[in-house]
């Protein structure tokens, strides 16, 4: 069974922070790579973090890099995303999606994740 379950988005001041938890069925959870991309309206949309499913890789887009740190939660079968420094242009939709056989080199592309969330909204006003 597929389920990946968001939670966490909200409305933040200009540098606050916000801490995402996508939790996630065993079945998904098991999948070799798991990420975050986010989408604002009229654009496309965008990697923001991938990890692989033992944690030795995790990347992040250029925009979010040195703000914005992935974690994976065994325990709680979660994959989580803390965002700090957080910026107007950070504000989209956040999603994220389980991809059971993406490799190093596709893991930023969205269109290799066949599973996803219902998405949380992240507003960050100036």
């Known amino acids: 069974q597929v389920q990946l379950l968001e939670s966490g988005g909200g409305l933040v001041q200009t540098g606050g922070s916000l801490r995402l938890s996508c939790k996630m069925s065993d079945t998904t959870f098991s999948s070799r790579f798991m990420g975050w991309f986010r989408q604002a309206p009229g654009k496309e949309r965008e990697f923001v973090a991938a990890i692989k499913r033992d944690g030795g890789y995790i990347y992040y887009g250029d925009s979010v890099k040195g703000r914005f740190t992935a974690s994976k939660d065994n325990a709680e079968k979660a994959l989580l995303l803390q965002m700090n420094s957080l910026q107007p242009e950070d504000t989209a939709v956040y999603y994220c999606?389980?991809?059971?056989?993406?490799?190093?080199?596709?893991?930023?592309?969205?269109?290799?994740?066949?599973?996803w969330g219902q998405g949380t909204q992240v507003t960050v006003s100036s």
């Open positions: 999606a389980a991809c059971p056989r993406c490799i190093l080199s596709s893991a930023r592309q969205f269109e290799q994740y066949p599973h």
